[in-house]
């Protein structure tokens, strides 16, 4: 039964589509009969879709747009634009073949690149498919640009342990500059390492591998685990790190990732800051949103980078960032990370008087006010309840 009706349906569409190649059918699409005919239903199956759809006649004016194509600018009574546009509806016009193109419209400082195919109809008319392919565009981008920086970085100390063994070979009889060969080869290849281990966790944050399930997060848990996992470089510079603000706060996520981010933060705050100074880790509760701010009192952040500085392989000073062992990495999976957890990342900073980073995190807010747990222990009842 059904079968047979989907048959006859099947049977139906093909006798339609057969008819619309004669003449008596063609007169359709004239554009007054288009806007006639297509004023209900097909209108309105047209502006669902997020494609821009036009119906251009013979003479380059739009005598039909849908809601996608009015977005892109394109918009019924109006002639088609640019005059490129109108050159490829002519020629498919002249070889009833289709054509494709490829511009960016709109806004010179931010256009918007658009895919455009047209296709042939009876009567001179022209259908023109509108796509927009910005994001799609921006995406390539970055993976191009992505690929090239890990090339470029992966170069540096690829070359560097390849100069330094050569290096080493011809120091066998020279115990002294062999020793410093090799303090050079560990230095670059733990270098190396770091990278590689900061790119597979980019890569991992960026949704190649799933998320862990959310559990219940102790603020106060994950700095201890980030100033104690920084003592060491803090106090080689002999850096206090100090903790202030409210305690007991909880956020819903991953202990490990956000362990991670913290970890990032005040490590920059400690690889960016002179001797003897302070870095502070401050958390407050403002509304549902648990801040934690990492302030420092080092060289700072000029205003220009400061928009820059989350993007990948991005150092506001490569040469000192590769001197303290940077790849430039670090801030790009705070800002994951952050993200992950409904939240962000921002920065303030004065060049010269230091930088904050604020990480602001969704709370939850039923365990706010709870103590917070200072042990595995009670850490495991909590999450239970
Ligand atoms: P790594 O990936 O090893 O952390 P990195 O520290 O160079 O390398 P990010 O942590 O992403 O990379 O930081 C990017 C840049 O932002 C740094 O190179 C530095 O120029 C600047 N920066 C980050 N934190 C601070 C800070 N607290 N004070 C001053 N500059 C900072
Ligand atoms: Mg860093």
Known sequence: MGLAAGAAGAAAGYALNHRRAEPAAETLLGAEAFARTN?????KVFDALRTGVCVVDGYNEIAYAN???GALGFKAGQSLHPD???GLADHVRATTAPRQVELELGDADAPTAVRIDIAPLPEDHVAVELTDITELHRVERVRRDFVANVGHELKTPVGALQLLSEALADAVDDPAAAAR???RIQHESTRMARLVTELLELSRLQGAEPLPAPTTVWIDRVITEAIDRSRTAAGAKDISLVRTGRRGLAVSGSENQLATALGNLVGNAIAYSPEATTV???TALDGDTVRISIADEGIGIAAEDQRRIFERFYRAD?????ATGGTGLGLAIVKHIAGNHGGQVDVSSMPGKGATFTLALPSVAAQADRTAPHTGEIDAKVTED
């Open 39 to 43: 004023a209900g239903a097909w209108a």
């Open 280 to 282: 502070t880790v401050d």
């Open 84 to 86: 490129s546009l109108r």
């Open 67 to 69: 809601n996608g194509a």
């Open 318 to 322: 490569p040469a000192r960032s590769r």
């Open 181 to 183: 060969f090799t303090t």
